[in-house]
């Protein structure tokens, strides 16, 4: 079976390691006309009945990751005159319908950690990893808050002077800690907006939201430790040497 791996950023094979069933539901008594009616079904319909829940750990063929699947598993059956159709068996005439709820850890196509996060400061890092959990649990309201948040403590670590966001971020630019303040402008604005419109943006809005916050991360707190990597001088070398 094919599902999309967190670790290589794409759909890949997968193998099924056992199988977990956490809970059954189908009750015994079959729904009157009167609850059926209050739920907008008719005299002779198909109701749908949830049965079971399966927790179902699976391994990407391709780099051994792990993860662990939800679904669940509804009867589609019918009922009539306030009771379950039975077939021939005795058991309810339904169809099983399965649904994948979920896969554990959450993951999303094109959103990974940053490779060098561990160079952002504590504060910063907490706050961003917040962002980056927000977005892949597709939570977009608190995922843009956080987005924000993480600029704001941007400016908190910098000690950036100025009366609100706006203002901090141009002392920010001034003083070239931000190469370019207007990314991280459009990044407030666009928080900014969505958070007093109560307006969720679309994924791949949110997507592109935090690729830009990580762009301003990397270039305050990474590009330099990097660039500190790098030797200084080199001594020169004597052109009489052959080697």
């Not at 829940?53 to 939800?70: D, F, H, N, Q």
């Not at 890092?125 to 959990?133: D, H």
């Not at 916050?213 to 052959?242: H, M, Q, W």
């Amino acid at each position: 079976m094919h599902r999309f791996c967190a670790n290589c950023d794409r759909e890949t094979e997968h193998e099924i390691e056992t199988y977990g069933r956490s809970s059954y539901e189908l009750g015994d008594r079959a729904p009157t006309f009167e609850e059926m009616e209050k739920d907008g079904y008719g005299e002779d319909e198909t109701v749908t009945e949830w049965v079971d829940v399966y927790y179902t750990p699976i391994t990407c063929k391709v780099c051994g990751a792990m993860s662990l699947e939800r679904s669940t598993e509804f009867w589609e059956g019918r009922v009539k005159d306030g009771k379950w159709v039975w077939d021939k068996d005795e058991r309810v005439t339904a169809q099983i319908v399965t649904a994948i709820d979920e896969i554990f850890p959450p993951r999303m196509a094109g959103v990974r950690r940053m490779a060098a996060s561990h160079y952002l400061p504590t504060k910063v890092r907490k706050i961003y990893e917040e962002a980056l959990a927000a977005v892949l649990n597709r939570l977009p309201i608190c995922a843009v808050a956080a987005i924000r948040a993480t600029v704001e403590a941007i400016c908190l670590d910098k000690s950036a002077k100025g009366r609100d966001l706006y203002h901090k971020i141009e002392w920010l630019g001034a003083e070239r800690v931000i190469p370019d303040p207007s990314v991280a402008q459009r990044v407030r604005d666009t928080a900014n907006w969505f958070l007093h419109e109560v307006e969720a943006p679309t994924e791949d809005e949110l997507k592109l939201a935090l690729q830009v916050l990580e762009d301003v991360l990397t270039s305050v707190y990474i590009t330099k430790r990097r660039a500190n990597g790098l030797p200084r001088k080199r001594p020169r070398r004597n052109p009489r040497d052959k080697g």
